[in-house]
C-alpha cells in the first residue's frame, strides 16, 4: 500500500462545483460480516463520527506517513455510526484478523468520508427550507 496507492486528500473540499448524489448514486455503505459468530456491521461515517475522529487526531494527509496510527483509527471510526458500542480494542482485533485494510477499502471509507461531509456543502444559493432567509 505504499507509493501513492492511498486516497490523497483533496485540496480544497469546498471549491469547485458540487453537486448533490442522488440517492441512486450514492455510496453505499461497507458492510462486514464475520461468519464465526454470524454477526454483520455496517462502516459508514456520519458528520458526528468525523468530528469524533478530527477530535482525535485522525488526518488524511498523514495516512501513509502515519498508518500505525491512522488506519485504526479510521477504521474504528467507521464502526461509529452503526455500532456505537464496539470497541476500539475489538475493531484493532478484527482489523488483525481479517489481515489488513486494503487500498480499495480505504479508498471507499474516503469515498464515505466525502459523502458525509456533502451534507455541510449546500447546492446553489437557495437555501432548502423556505422558512429561513439569509442575506450576503
Not at 482525535?56 to 500505525?68: L, P, Q, R
Amino acid at each position: 500500500m505504499r507509493g501513492g496507492q492511498f486516497p490523497k486528500e483533496r485540496e480544497n473540499p469546498t471549491g469547485g462545483e458540487r453537486q448533490t448524489i442522488p440517492m441512486a448514486e450514492r455510496i453505499q455503505e461497507i458492510r462486514l460480516k464475520d461468519k464465526k459468530y454470524n454477526k454483520e456491521y455496517i462502516l459508514d461515517f456520519s458528520l458526528d463520527t468525523i468530528a469524533y475522529l478530527q477530535g482525535v487526531g485522525f488526518d488524511w494527509s498523514e495516512i501513509e506517513s502515519k498508518s500505525a496510527i491512522m488506519i485504526p483509527l479510521l477504521w474504528f471510526g467507521a464502526f461509529r455510526r452503526y455500532q456505537p458500542k464496539v470497541s476500539k480494542k475489538e475493531t484493532d482485533d478484527m482489523l488483525e484478523e481479517i489481515g489488513g485494510m486494503s487500498a480499495a477499502v480505504i479508498q471507499r471509507l474516503r469515498q464515505l468520508w466525502e459523502q458525509a461531509l456533502d451534507a455541510l456543502v449546500a447546492d446553489g444559493d437557495e437555501l432548502k427550507n423556505e422558512n429561513w432567509e439569509m442575506t450576503l
